[in-house]
């Protein structure tokens, strides 16, 4: 009897952070997948209350990593609803966040996502880029708003060669004052910003060596081919 309930009690464990948000992802990207097969977006009325659960999850979890993914996925997933509901939980995600969330690096994911914010909340996002610009005191969250402001000029400036060189300088200077902190990706900003440098610099370079076999299984390298036109086609898929 006592080896029954001892098995009982082992069945019975307390699910784990982790494993409630991987239930209430599989719930909304199955409930997506469901309209998608139907060439629908996914009902409001049934989104809405799994939005509420990252919500939920956030909050029993403040101030920590499981509680950031809840928002993240929170705020990711309430694009699929209308405009109104997205203003709405929108503001509720990033108050939550900048209560919770401000002085660590991890808030950074979201301060990237202002540098295109979605139409409907731009005005919104403008907004707590500056709140978030003059209260952190975190020195990574800084580097994120200048980077993100960096970018929003260079784009803001038509992407112009002259712009590119300003945005160079600009991120050669956080990279040099900021480049051992940690960023929100897991990489140092020294990481994330030299290949945001990169594309800028190596333009009208030679390019790397590429090594591969061809659909035939015949070997080829990229300078086999120098001085003709080559085509790359990168693709993946999941």
């Known amino acids: 009897m006592l080896f029954v309930l001892l098995l009982l009690a082992g069945a019975a464990r307390a699910i784990?952070?982790?494993?409630?948000?991987s239930k209430i992802i599989g719930d909304v990207q199955?409930?997506?997948?469901?309209?998608?097969?139907k060439s629908a977006k996914p009902d409001p009325a049934e989104l809405a209350p799994m939005v509420d659960r990252f919500l939920d999850h956030a909050a029993e979890h403040r101030g920590d990593a499981a509680g950031f993914e809840g928002l993240k996925n929170a705020l990711d997933f309430a694009h699929f609803l209308d405009d109104d509901r997205l203003r709405v939980y929108y503001a509720e995600g990033m108050?939550?966040?900048?209560?919770d969330h401000l002085d660590s690096p991890r808030m950074g994911r979201f301060v990237a996502w202002m540098r295109v914010p979605v139409p409907v909340v731009a005005t919104m996002a403008a907004s707590y880029l500056e709140e978030i610009?003059?209260?952190?005191a975190n020195d990574s969250m800084r580097c994120a708003c200048a980077w993100v402001r960096s970018m929003q000029r260079y784009d803001a400036a038509g992407a112009t060669d002259e712009a590119a060189k300003v945005l160079v300088a600009e991120l050669g200077m956080l990279?040099?004052?900021h480049g051992e902190l940690p960023q929100f990706s897991g990489r140092t900003w020294k990481e994330a910003l030299e290949q945001e440098i990169r594309p800028f610099v190596i333009a009208g370079t030679t390019a790397p060596e590429i090594e591969g076999v061809d659909l035939e299984g015949v070997h080829f390298k990229l300078s086999d081919y120098r001085g003709r036109v080559v085509l790359l086609d990168f693709w993946g898929f999941w």
Do not use: H, V
């Open 95 to 99: 108050d939550a966040a900048l209560a």
């Open 133 to 136: 610009e003059a209260s952190t």
């Open 175 to 177: 990279r040099d004052k």
């Open 30 to 37: 199955r409930l997506i997948a469901a309209a998608e097969r």
């Open 16 to 21: 784990t952070p982790r494993e409630k948000l």
